[in-house]
């Protein structure tokens, strides 16, 4: 149980061009799910806080008119990567909760984005 | 602001050695979290801490979670190269926002 799909699971795409990375909630409902950069060999950077039928939560420092996030449905949230440049070229992972009342995350394999 | 020190950041050990990740915070936790990652693929749950001073064992692989819920430990017993990844322990935050402090990562290689 408790498991995270994302599509795509890479993606090139020219510079400018907007990129949108679904993760979806396969075997239970997440009322909230959590948005991810990684670079390489280094930790999970938070970008966004996802819950379900109301406005993402952003971290600081993250553009939300540049990483445009959408959780219609308990089992589905987007992320749409807009007018994207090089330097967002990155590894994106998402995650969702189980449940309210557990702090237990369950993650996506990634999408590895690739800005030309 | 809330913040898990995790150290060793690099390890590279033989087959057959025994090694310990620790992290270490001066905040207090409800719950620490494990996950081992592989290169290309996202971070899987090894395991959840929840209560102060409990040990939890997965095959070779124990957990600690410290007596003040600030510190944790991962302890491997006879590291395979299979071991070989990214491990990350991360706390739950303040709050019940459900948002994880993850620590810096730990490298692990596992040479044959």
């Known amino acids: 149980g408790a498991v995270v799909s994302q599509h795509p699971s890479w993606v090139i795409c020219k510079s400018g061009t907007s990129v949108k990375i679904e993760c979806r909630s396969l075997?239970?409902?997440?009322?909230?799910m959590f948005w991810y950069r990684q670079f390489p060999k280094q930790s999970l950077m938070l970008m966004a806080t996802?819950?379900?039928?109301?406005?993402?939560?952003?971290e600081q420092g993250v553009e939300k008119d540049k990483f445009l996030i959408n959780h219609a449905s308990l089992t589905l949230s987007t992320l749409t990567v807009t007018s994207a440049h090089p330097e967002d070229s990155s590894f994106y992972i998402c995650?969702?909760?189980?449940?309210?009342?557990?702090?237990?995350?369950?993650f996506g394999p990634g999408t590895r984005l690739t800005v030309l | 602001t809330q913040l898990l020190e995790q150290s060793p950041q690099f390890l590279s050990i033989q087959e057959g050695e025994n090694l310990t990740v620790y992290c270490n915070s001066s905040?207090?936790?409800?719950?620490l979290q494990w996950y081992r990652q592989e290169p290309g693929e996202g971070p899987v749950l090894l395991v959840t801490?929840?209560?102060?001073?409990e040990v939890k064992k997965l095959k070779r692989l124990t957990f600690q979670f410290g007596d003040a819920r600030k510190d944790s430990s991962l302890h491997i017993t006879a590291a395979q190269p299979g071991d070989t990844g990214l491990y990350l322990c991360?706390?739950?935050?303040?709050?019940?926002?459900?948002?994880?402090?993850f620590g810096q990562g730990t490298t692990l290689q596992v040479k044959p």
């Open positions: 991360a706390g739950a935050g303040s709050g019940n926002t459900g948002k994880l402090i």
């Open positions: 075997d239970f409902q997440a009322t909230t």
């Open positions: 995650s969702a909760r189980v449940g309210a009342g557990t702090d237990t995350q369950y």
């Open positions: 996802s819950n379900e039928g109301s406005k993402a939560t952003y």
């Open positions: 905040s207090v936790f409800s719950s």
């Open positions: 801490v929840v209560t102060g001073g």
